[in-house]
């Protein structure tokens, strides 16, 4: 009997010792997550990015979000998950969404003609006969034209900053000082208007409303000041109520004033230099500030959308938010190759790529952003950096694609 006993204290002791091993073992090995980690951080350290954050996403939830490298070179200060920065044209997305809550409790429609909401008067002198409308501005098919007045005058440094450490020139688009600054309306009524200050010839193109696609910031702007004008909100406020509170994005704002300044990356030219904080006039079409985990949040929210289970939107709304708005006969020529091209079917402020993606990219300076899902298996990615890639930077260029397939190589790995 004593043998008996000591034997099964012995098995026990074996089975426990086994156990315990295997869970030993268990906790040493690498995660997915761990794995990503180390495969991102090998990129940033051999590449020329100062910082970015990414963040990956299902339609169950937030799968993986992190930051690597610098917030600030001079200080060694890290860029996390937390760090925030401008997220450029990604902004635009939420000029959608916005535009389809202010449908939903019945303050506009998107076939209405643009006029019903101005104070001013904006009409392509080409096809004076001819009327704008909202869809129009959401499709970016208004004939509203981007020019080199939108370039010169749309940014503006931001006041109480030393400017002794920082370069205020950039090649692509000019940061004004802050005395030139002025209300948004002001500057699209003297951008838009024949008689107005700004006005030139190629503010509008030579095709009707709703022939041409032609990527526009200011008709983006445009379609933000309709929205306060319907709604008798700010777009910012609007936005706010609608869309970062209920998504609980506390860490996301329209300007500097709206968020915790010490969290805000620098951002840096092509060649390292140090740029100032600046801000747009027209700010809703790519000024929104957040993080990468912010952005998880509402990225997640637009995967559920697709799918029918969003909160932001009725299905409905949803539905007609993702609808591909257009056809070959509104393009020149597109890009069919390009998985992640969403000019080449827009919807609303957002578009399909021919490859079976959704989602919009930006660039600005010092920033570059994709955020993209996939139709299918609706997984989405989000990528924000801190360095400009300008336009002769072949190896920043392929280190942000490394990045951004890396990424792509662990879904099924991180999901549990």
């Known amino acids: 009997m004593k043998n008996a006993i000591r034997l099964l204290i012995l098995s026990f002791l074996c089975i426990a010792c086994k156990q315990n091993n295997q869970s030993n073992q268990a906790t040493t090995q690498p995660t997915a997550s761990d794995s990503l980690t ?6 940033w350290k051999n590449g020329q990015i100062n910082g970015f954050a990414v963040a990956m996403v299902d339609q169950n939830g937030v799968l993986y979000t992190k930051g690597f490298g610098y917030a600030d070179r001079e200080t060694k200060k890290e860029y996390t998950e937390n760090t925030i920065q401008h997220i450029a044209s990604v902004s635009k997305t939420l000029i959608g969404i916005a535009l389809m809550k202010a449908k939903e409790i019945g303050k506009l429609q998107l076939d209405d003609p643009i006029e019903n909401y101005l104070p001013f008067q904006v009409i392509n002198p080409n096809y004076p006969d001819e009327k704008i409308t909202i869809r129009h501005l959401a499709t970016h098919t208004s004939g509203i034209n981007d020019s080199d007045q939108y370039m010169n005058r749309a940014w503006i440094l931001e006041k109480d900053q030393d400017l002794s450490k920082v370069s205020t020139d950039y090649p692509y688009q000019q940061l004004n000082p802050s005395e030139a600054d002025m209300p948004m309306e002001t500057f699209l009524k003297e951008y838009l208007t024949t008689t107005g200050e700004y006005y030139q010839n190629d503010h509008y193109i030579n095709f009707k409303p709703g022939e041409r696609y032609n990527y526009s910031n200011i008709g983006a702007t445009l379609c933000a000041l309709i929205i306060e004008k319907a709604t008798g909100q700010t777009f910012d406020s609007f936005t706010q109520k609608h869309i970062l509170d209920p998504l609980q994005m506390k860490d996301t704002g329209w300007s500097l004033a709206a968020i915790d300044r010490s969290m805000h990356s620098r951002l840096y030219r092509n060649d390292q230099t140090v740029l100032p904080f600046y801000k747009g006039i027209t700010y809703p079409d790519g000024m929104l500030i957040s993080s990468s985990s912010d952005m998880a949040k509402y990225l997640l929210e637009l995967v559920k959308g697709y799918s029918g289970e969003g909160t932001l939107l ?15 006969r509104h393009f020149d020529e597109r890009n069919s190759s390009n998985p992640y091209n969403g000019d080449y079917s827009p919807a609303i402020f957002i578009g399909h790529s021919a490859k079976g993606y959704v989602g919009h990219s930006g660039g600005d300076a010092g920033v570059g952003t994709w955020f993209y899902f996939n139709k299918e298996d609706k997984t989405g990615r989000y990528i924000v950096i801190n360095t400009d890639m300008g336009n002769d930077n072949r190896a920043k260029e392929l280190e942000y694609y490394a990045i951004w397939d890396t990424m792509n190589e662990y879904f099924n790995r991180l999901r549990p």
């Open 314 to 328: 009725k299905k409905e709304s949803y539905k007609e938010f993702f609808a591909e708005q257009l056809d070959a």
């Open 38 to 43: 180390a495969e991102l951080e090998g990129i």
